[in-house]
């Protein structure tokens, strides 16, 4: 009978130690409180009363940074919130050496976001968001290396500017529309120019062109009863009558 409880206890006992470790953890172990090794994905014992295990997930982690007000070097104050992208390269250092390395990394970050955008101005902040957040990454990522943490991105979503400063670069973008418009337009008139220069110098040169030019213009007029139109002879068929005149004075003189 003795025999059959005893069994029965260490059954229970060797049951009572096994541990699955998933593909995307591993397992610290601590004996009487002492760091003694990490477990890969498998099936482990460890043993009881004795022996502590504590899976850490070593896939990548997202943590959202809530927005925050920030006050930039230009004295712009402007709300922003970023998105932290980290693994747990060491399980055992992210156990031993940070008492929450998830928020530990998030608060970092943060702290570190803040100190960046300080430093620079809104109009920087705006055209070069991707180089300071890379920036922002790259401090992250030293500060918390020794904590077993490989930070791979840190995204900056939003940022939002004050509603007086959204106006004025509102009114500030319509003048640059304005001004691309104007200058288009502009470019535009001068080749049009150049072209009837060209166009004028070409019929001048072939005799009756002129001519032939505006009695085409004057006939896709549409005739309306209820308006006038005063039409301009060219000063090449003055010319001609002119000269016709005065060869028909000659005949007769």
């Known amino acids: 009978m003795w025999y059959g409880i005893i069994i029965f206890i260490l059954v229970v006992f060797g049951l009572g130690g096994l541990r699955v470790i998933n593909q995307y953890e591993k397992g610290v172990v601590l004996t009487l409180g002492k760091y003694t090794g990490t477990y890969a994905p498998g099936l482990k014992w460890i043993l009881i009363g004795i022996q502590r295990m504590i899976k850490v997930d070593i896939r990548i982690t997202t943590v959202d940074i809530p927005r925050q007000e920030v006050i930039t070097k230009d004295n712009v104050t402007i709300g922003i919130n970023a998105v932290v992208y980290f693994r747990v390269e060491k399980a055992e250092d992210a156990v031993l050496k940070i008492e929450n390395y998830t928020y530990a990394t998030a608060q970092y970050a943060l702290a570190t976001l803040r100190d960046i955008i300080g430093g620079v101005e809104l109009d920087t902040l705006l055209t070069e968001r991707e180089k300071i957040a890379i920036e922002v990454k790259k401090m992250v990522d030293a500060a918390t290396a020794p904590w077993g943490i490989d930070v791979t991105a840190i995204k900056m979503q939003d940022i939002e500017l ?50 032939l030019r505006t009695l085409g213009t004057i006939e896709k007029l549409q005739p309306d009863p209820s308006k006038t139109v005063i039409f301009a002879l060219p000063i090449e068929i003055l010319e001609g009558l002119k000269s016709l005149t005065e060869a028909r004075k000659k005949e007769k003189e």
């Open 162 to 211: 004050p509603a007086a400063m959204k106006r004025a670069m509102a009114a500030q973008a319509e003048t640059e529309r304005e001004k691309r418009a104007i200058i288009i337009k502009a470019e535009g008139e001068v080749k049009a120019a150049e072209n009837l220069q060209k166009a004028a110098e070409i019929l001048s040169g072939v005799p009756g062109g002129l001519t």
